[in-house]
C-alpha cells in the first residue's frame, strides 16, 4: 500500500515496478507524484519538490525577485 501525498489515499504500486523518479498519478485525486524512496516506497507530490530557486526577502518578508537553479534573475 502507498499513501498520496496530496489527498491520503491508499492505493497499490508494486515497488519493483517503479524506480526513484518516476512520475505518477493519484488515482483518486489525479496529484502529480514522484517516487523519491523505493524501500520503502514513498511519494512526494511534485509541488513539494525543491524547484532550485531561490527568494531573497526585505525586511518585511516581502518578495521582489530571485533567482532560479541557472542563476538568471527573474521578478
Known sequence: MTICAGCHADFDI??????RGDELSCPECG???EVV??????LA???DRDTGAIEFGDDNGAFGGG???DGDEFD
Open 67 to 69: 533567482v532560479d537553479g
Open 37 to 42: 524512496g523505493v524501500a520503502p516506497l514513498e
Open 31 to 33: 496529484a502529480n507524484l
Open 45 to 47: 507530490a511534485e509541488a
Open 14 to 19: 508494486d515497488e519493483f515496478d517503479v524506480d
